[in-house]
C-alpha cells in the first residue's frame, strides 16, 4: 500500500528545480515540488501538499489535510494498543 502523508510548504528555493521544505507533523522535510508548481514557487507557501517518495504529489486545502492527518494518528494509535 503506498501512503501520502500531507506536509505544509514552509520554505521554497528561487524555481521549481529546487526542493522546498515541506513540514510533515513537526519534521521539515526536502520535498521535490515540480509536479505541482505551476509558476512561482513563492505561490506554494503555506499551501498544504501530499507528499509520497520525496514527492509534492498534489496540493490539497486545509481541512483534507488535517483530517488525514488526524486519520493517520488514529491508524498509529489503534496499532499501538493493538500490541
Same mark, same amino acid.
Given at each position: =500500500? %503506498? !501512503?501520502?502523508?500531507? $506536509?505544509?510548504?514552509?520554505?521554497?528555493?528561487? /524555481?521549481?528545480?529546487? #526542493?522546498?521544505?515541506? /513540514?510533515? %507533523? $513537526?519534521? @521539515? @522535510?526536502?520535498?521535490? !515540488?515540480? *509536479?505541482? %508548481?505551476?509558476?512561482?514557487? @513563492?505561490?506554494? #507557501? $503555506?499551501?498544504?501538499?501530499?507528499?509520497?517518495?520525496?514527492?509534492? =504529489?498534489? !496540493? !490539497? /486545502?486545509?481541512?483534507?489535510? #488535517?483530517?488525514? *492527518?488526524?486519520? *493517520? &494518528?488514529?491508524?498509529?494509535? /489503534?496499532? *499501538?494498543?493493538? &500490541?
Amino acid at each position: =500500500m %503506498c !501512503i501520502g502523508v500531507p $506536509g505544509q510548504v514552509v520554505a521554497v528555493g528561487e /524555481d521549481f528545480h529546487q #526542493l522546498a521544505q515541506v /513540514d510533515v %507533523c $513537526g519534521v @521539515r @522535510r526536502d520535498v521535490n !515540488i515540480a *509536479l505541482v %508548481c505551476e509558476e512561482s514557487p @513563492r505561490q506554494l #507557501l $503555506g499551501q498544504w501538499v501530499l507528499v509520497h517518495v520525496g514527492f509534492a =504529489m498534489s !496540493i !490539497i /486545502d486545509e481541512q483534507e489535510a #488535517l483530517a488525514t *492527518l488526524a486519520a *493517520l &494518528r488514529q491508524m498509529e494509535s /489503534d496499532e *499501538l494498543a493493538a &500490541r
